[in-house]
């Protein structure tokens, strides 16, 4: 099992341009998931799945695009970036939409995204 | 506003101390996670709770469902445990996260 896989690791962009992070997870999970973390705020939810064909918006949805077309996969888009999308983004995701025992919150190993 | 309030910010102990660091939430939950962040920037679940008390090694986990609090308690600490400890609420489908606990220890 390779968990949740995040890529790409670094990502310099330009003012206005866009660009897809990709996630993947091979658990069959149901519920993914995509967080921004700036500093003195902790992780925000962008938006989140429940499963393939089903998405909903965070905390702080605006400037970010996400589609759910299979279970693994569940690309963020940014269609024109701004300044104020540096971040780093995790992406993570569980078992189920529900309260399981034992249930964890796996994540990716992040990506650090400059907008300049 | 903010969902969920940690305390402390920081934290620098000697190893072997006991640990404590405070989660508080406003909203009503299904669930409320802790998460360990290391130093390189991952993140790792450490314990799910939605009742009363989970062990795991050194680390204990509580919560307080009526007082919308948890503590997470890391005994005999060691210079490994340093890390940012995160809490995390579940509501519906929606993760709100504190700001995190900086935890520093000497050896």
């Known amino acids: 099992n390779a968990g949740v896989t995040q890529t790409p690791k670094f990502q310099v962009l330009k003012t206005g341009q866009s660009m897809t992070l990709q996630c993947a997870q091979d658990?069959?999970?149901?519920?993914m998931s995509w967080y921004r973390q700036d500093p003195g705020m902790g992780l925000r939810l962008i938006h989140y799945s429940v499963g393939a064909g089903i998405t909903d918006q965070g905390e702080v949805p605006n400037g970010y695009n996400v589609s759910r077309s299979t279970t693994e996969d569940f690309p963020l888009r940014l269609l024109s970036a701004a300044p104020s999308q540096t971040s780093v983004y995790f992406c993570a995701s569980k078992t189920g939409t529900g309260v399981s025992v034992g249930e964890k919150l796996f994540f990716g190993s992040g990506t650090q995204l400059s907008v300049l | 506003k903010n969902e969920v309030e940690q305390s402390p910010q920081n934290l620098t102990a000697q190893e072997g101390e006991f640990i404590t660091i405070n989660c508080s939430y406003s909203v009503g939950i299904s669930a409320l996670h802790w998460l360990q962040q290391h130093p390189g920037g991952g993140i790792v679940s450490l314990f799910m709770l939605s009742s009363g008390k989970k062990k795991h090694g050194r680390l204990i986990a509580t919560i307080n469902i009526q007082e919308k609090h948890s503590s997470l308690h890391i005994t005999a600490s060691h210079p490994r445990d340093s890390a940012v400890y995160i809490c995390?609420?579940?509501?519906?489908?929606?993760?709100?996260f504190g700001t995190g606990t900086s935890l520093t220890v000497i050896p």
């Open positions: 658990m069959n999970h149901e519920y």
């Open positions: 995390a609420v579940i509501t519906g489908n929606q993760f709100y």
